[in-house]
């Protein structure tokens, strides 16, 4: 067989592989992941698979195409690995946040939840409003139950006021967040927050529709360092 076909068989093999293996996270969880077209897992494992046979091929000069089988083989189920695990994270907080008016938002292995000013603090107050207290104790839950992810709280407002007391005020209300999630068992090590007051406006300051979609705190869910597919030698 050709080199070129052995490098496009490898990538084929792994992908088919990742999908079909056991999963390292299959105890992670109770959601199953979405099954409507080809799965994030299945694409991340393709991905994986079609860059682990380029760096097997570039490797093994001697022999390409058996490089190529290897680097995809083992590339190829890594990134399939923590894509399930992501998959199966998003189902169950999309499940859990249901009717809450908590946005989530996916793009490849990171998660962000958008929680708008109506439902997380009164104006100009650092105060968790009482209708706030179910979402984020679905959220501890959820974190609770998938822990391979970092917890990056992020406090935003609007344009309104001095820039000195919204830094102060978002940063505040990104505490307040931590401190209940923390509260309810979240590991510390896990928990950052920034305040970044009106500096990433998503809509207009001009009118109040906007500005009530720039109060908001959002929670980015990002693999933790030691979850992340190490380099493989080849």
Known sequence: MSQSRLI????????VTGCASPNPYDNQGQEQAPRQGMSKTAKYGGLGALAGA???AAIDHNNRGK??????AVVGAASAGYGYYVDRQEAELRRSMEGTGVQVERQ???IQLIMPGNITFATDSSDIASNFYTPLNNLANSFKQFNQNSIE???HTDSTGSRAHNMDLSQRRAQSVANYL???GID????STAGLGPDRPIASNADQAGRSQNRRVEINLKPLPQVQQPTQQY
């Open 67 to 72: 490089g190529a089988l290897i680097g995809a």
């Open 153 to 155: 709280i992020l406090g």
């Open 108 to 110: 490849g292995d990171n």
């Open 54 to 56: 380029a760096a097997g």
């Open 182 to 184: 923390l509260a309810q």
């Open 188 to 191: 510390g090590s896990r928990v």
């Open 8 to 15: 496009l068989a490898a990538a084929v093999i792994a992908l």
